[in-house]
């Protein structure tokens, strides 16, 4: 029944390390997004992807990177994590922003990523 | 640049009502959004107004003004499970939504 889920809940890693997070949702939405939340709780938008296409992305570091297998997963992989990569990262989905009257997001339950 | 501007911290007593201003400064406008995030939980979806007024959804209200680039969110008979925070949002002209840092609502019996 979950709408849009992510795995890991939780990932503790050293530095240097890379990692990949994977969400999935099962609303058949057509656009998927990425966000990330620091300590001071300011959502910011990493990707998102529509119908397979990138349409937005933010002027975040290139190790990160997303990856879109079909419509209903959007996966994120970091490489040579940084401790400044430590924060909650969230997953995402809506309709079309551009086709529908209320288009809004719905979240999965978060992944709090820990660089040791 | 774009910008959101909420409180960031309000508190209120149960049973009160309290209002939770936003104001913005985006390139367009497609709407404006109202999340509520309890601590350690993802943003859950509260509202969406895209035209001027007022949308009324139980005990919760969401007022926009386009002219002024503000809104604001009404919580009437506060609940202690209201403490959280509640995000505004403004989905700009590229369709993406620009967020604001939340405000956090503490609610005392």
């Known amino acids: 029944d979950t709408a849009v889920s992510q795995t890991p809940k939780y990932l503790v890693t050293q530095m240097g390390n890379d990692k990949s997070i994977k969400c999935e949702q099962n609303l058949g939405h057509d656009t998927m997004y990425w966000y990330k939340q620091d300590s001071k709780k300011f959502l910011k938008i990493m990707f998102s992807?529509?119908?397979?296409?990138?349409?937005i992305n933010e002027t975040v570091p290139n190790r990160f990177s997303p990856k879109s297998p079909d419509k209903a997963h959007l996966n994120l992989h970091i490489n040579s994590l940084e401790l400044g990569d430590s924060a909650v990262y969230f997953c995402?989905?809506?309709?079309?922003?551009?086709?529908?009257?209320?288009?809004?997001?719905?979240f999965g339950p978060g992944t709090r990523l820990t660089v040791l | 640049g774009q910008n959101i501007d909420q409180p960031t911290e309000m508190t209120a007593t149960e049973g009160a009502i309290v209002q939770i201003n936003c104001t913005y400064q985006?390139?367009?406008?497609?709407?404006l959004f109202w999340y509520q995030q309890h601590a350690g939980e993802a943003p859950t979806f509260l509202s969406y107004n895209v035209l001027d007024g007022l949308e009324e959804k139980g005990r919760f209200s969401s007022f926009l003004s386009r002219s002024k680039g503000y809104s604001y969110l009404l919580l009437k008979e506060l609940q202690m499970k209201d403490s959280a925070s509640y995000l505004c949002a403004v989905l700009d002209s590229n369709y993406q939504l620009i967020w604001g840092a939340g405000t956090k609502l503490i609610i005392k019996p």
């Open positions: 985006t390139s367009g406008f497609n709407g």
């Open positions: 992807y529509n119908n397979k296409e990138l349409i």
């Open positions: 995402a989905s809506s309709q079309d922003p551009r086709g529908t009257r209320t288009n809004e997001q719905f």
